[in-house]
């Protein structure tokens, strides 16, 4: 059930203290997305969130809707087509609805804004951050100013908060953030696509940080406003006020979640730093977890990479959630290795495991679910 540092014995003391707020069955802990959008969505083949660039500025859209009102709701943005599978949104529904969720959602650098009600992180309507090759992603000012609207996000938490993000090209600007941070990433970081385009990838981080010249020991905002994304900003931003708040965060996902830890953890005195990883748990699907590349586990490759630069110890675990005896092809080409993760799936998967719920009644779950939404 892990990934990253492996626990010796899942049911271990120091394991069920770390996960006693997800199993406390009078708290209910909040759900947090965020919608975001970057130009490096733009470029051709980059991302398989959506199966043209035109497809991909709503992806966001299509996916909020879809966790917030379910697959019987016939939604005003479609789902983009996608080369194989369907959106994971369809799990975070399902996993939603098991543990009684209501979701909030917030929205950030959109190029429309939602037609649903929601939390708007910007007062201006800057729209999504610039490719991450212009090395120029976002100006510093807006940076700070996303940043410090997600410390008081974080500050006013009274409950422990799952984080999940909708942000298509995200794993890239990721790859570069971490990079910029000094890590070398561009063999460990995925993406949705069956093959992820690394080559691609690879040029343009190389682009963005020779263009952006940061120089030695670039500050966390001076990455960001280089390559990053919108909701990397905030997200940094919200983890530092959830130390201040006192709540646990399970940051939904895999390396986009993993380059937003990074960057909290840079931003604190190093004295400070294993008491933000002591809150924060990391949860993602069995197939981001298992997913291979160039012969090496690459998620796990990745928090252990994190854990020794930044010296640390960091929770990943997984959902057991698997499809292989599903009804629909859709939830079958996930073991295939199509879309893996997103929209929260796997933690949200994960909480409801660790709250009682059986991976069977989840999984036929989703398949009356798509059934649902087949039937739109």
């Known amino acids: 059930m892990t990934a990253g540092r492996v626990w010796p014995d899942p049911e271990a003391t120091a394991l069920n203290q770390r996960l006693a707020p997800w199993r406390h069955p009078q708290v209910q802990p909040d759900l947090l997305l965020v919608l975001a959008a970057t130009a490096t969505a733009e470029v051709e083949g980059i991302s398989a969130a959506g199966a043209s660039a035109a497809s991909r500025r709503y992806t966001a859209l299509a996916d909020a809707e879809l966790l917030l009102y379910g697959p019987g709701h016939r939604p005003r943005w479609s789902l983009p087509p996608l080369p194989a599978g369907v959106s994971p949104a369809l799990i975070s529904w399902v996993a939603a609805q098991a543990l ?75 790859q570069a953030v971490l990079t910029a941070l000094g890590l070398p990433v561009a063999d460990l970081v995925s993406g949705s696509a069956l093959h992820p385009p690394m080559q691609l990838k690879r040029r343009l981080v190389e682009a963005g940080l020779q263009r952006a010249a940061l120089g030695p020991d670039p500050s966390p905002q001076a990455i960001l406003a280089a390559v990053g994304d919108p909701f990397q900003a905030v997200a940094t931003g919200l983890l530092l006020g959830a130390m201040e708040s006192g709540q646990p965060v399970m940051l939904a996902g895999g390396s986009q979640m993993l380059a937003v830890l990074a960057l909290a953890l840079r931003a604190l005195p190093r004295a400070e730093r294993s008491a933000l990883t002591a809150e924060v748990i990391l949860g993602t699907t069995a197939w981001l977890a298992a997913e291979s590349l160039a012969g090496r586990p690459a998620l796990a490759d990745l928090v252990t990479r994190l854990e020794r630069a930044l010296a640390v110890e960091i929770l990943a675990l997984h959902s057991g959630l698997r499809f292989h005896e599903s009804r629909h092809q859709a939830w079958r080409d996930y073991e295939r290795g199509y879309v893996k993760e997103g929209v929260g799936a796997g933690a949200l998967a994960l909480l409801a495991q660790l709250r009682g719920c059986s991976l069977e009644l989840l999984r036929r779950d989703c398949d009356q679910a798509l059934d649902a939404l087949q039937r739109l």
């Open 100 to 174: 009684g969720l209501r979701p909030l959602v917030a929205a950030v650098g959109l190029q429309q804004q939602p037609p649903f009600p929601h939390l708007r992180l910007e007062a201006c309507d800057c729209g999504p951050a610039a490719c991450l090759s212009s090395g120029r992603a976002m100006a510093p000012d807006r940076v700070e100013r996303l940043w410090q609207r997600g410390v008081r996000l974080g500050r006013s938490l009274r409950r422990p908060l799952v984080l999940a993000e909708c942000v298509p090209g995200g794993t890239s600007t990721a």
